[in-house]
């Protein structure tokens, strides 16, 4: 779902470290457009969804885990 600013709203729905046994939740996040471009630019170069690349962003970012990128 596009938001005027450029957001989308994402369901995570797999965690690449294997660690998340929650259950998903759902987040409305809003984003400069420019900011969403090369987000989606960079999920597309590593062939995964925009959701996917933003999880695995976050959870790189706050896990201090670093995943392989080939």
Do not use: W
Request: proline share 6%; with cysteine.
């Amino acid at each position: 779902m596009s938001h005027p600013f450029g957001g989308t709203t994402t369901v995570p729905t797999r965690c690449y470290s294997g660690a998340m046994n929650d259950k998903p939740v759902s987040l409305n996040l809003r984003l400069p457009q420019e900011l969403h471009k090369r987000l989606k630019a960079r999920a597309d170069e590593q062939r995964r969804s925009l959701n996917s690349e933003i999880v695995l962003l976050l959870d790189e970012a706050t896990s201090g885990k670093q995943y392989d990128r080939t």
